[in-house]
Every structure is written in C-alpha cells, then in structure tokens.
C-alpha cells in the first residue's frame, strides 16, 4: 500500500499561484509514476500533469501549460503541483496519484493510489 496526503489548496484570486505538496509512505516512491488530477463540481476528473521515477520527463494538459509545474523530490518522497497565473477554470478537487509504470500515464484508470484531495478555489 501506498498513502498520499495532499496539502496546499486555499482559495485565492485570478492571477495569483499556489503550490500542492503530496507526500508519499508506505511503498518505494521512486518507482512509481507520480501525477495530479482535478475534478470540478459536476465534472469527471481529469488529467493535470505527470512526472518519471527520477523526474526527466513530464506532461500536462493543454490548459495549464506554461502556468503549471510539476515536480518531485524522491529524497522526501514529495511530488509538486507549482500553479501560477490561476484562473477560474482552475478551481476543483486536486488529487494526487501515484502509478507503478514505466513510461507516463494520463489515464486516471491506469493509477493504482489514490490522495483524499485538496480543494482549490479561485475565485475574485
């Protein structure tokens, strides 16, 4: 088994950045594939961005490209979701997860653990 614990939602206005942390136990992190996730009121959830055991590679929707970074610290077993330029259309339910593959996946059936979320509301 695998726990993550998302931090670092909040509501704030458009136009201003947030960082989530997700810290990772119970399962050698620096063999999964780490992503992030979003599901807004009414909606499915939906693929953010994704991140290699070491780091090297990463991929994002099209919606937060240029304004969103993830990263991870396998030393801390913590991975990042830096969001900057925050619209609206930002606001949902940010999960974080955790796939124990080789290559990138952004298909939220291809995850294996699942965070509890962290709300983020953006909002002027």
């Known amino acids: 088994q695998m726990q993550l614990v998302e931090s670092g939602g909040g509501l704030v206005q458009p136009g201003d950045s947030l960082r989530l942390s997700c810290a990772a136990s119970?399962?050698?992190?620096?063999?999964?594939?780490m992503g992030w996730f979003r599901q807004a009121p009414g909606k499915g959830r939906e693929f953010v961005a994704v991140?290699?055991?070491?780091?090297?590679?990463?991929d994002y929707t099209d919606s937060v490209k240029g304004r969103f970074t993830i990263s991870r610290d396998n030393s801390k077993n913590m991975v990042y979701l830096q969001m900057n330029s925050l619209k609206p259309e930002d606001t949902a339910v940010y999960y974080c997860?955790?796939?124990?593959?080789?290559?990138?996946?952004?298909?939220?059936?291809?995850?294996?653990?699942w965070g509890q979320g962290t709300q983020v509301t953006v909002s002027s």
């Open positions: 997860a955790a796939a124990a593959r080789s290559f990138l996946v952004q298909n939220f059936d291809e995850y294996d653990y």
């Open positions: 119970g399962r050698t992190f620096s063999s999964y594939v």
């Open positions: 991140i290699s055991w070491i780091g090297g590679s990463t």
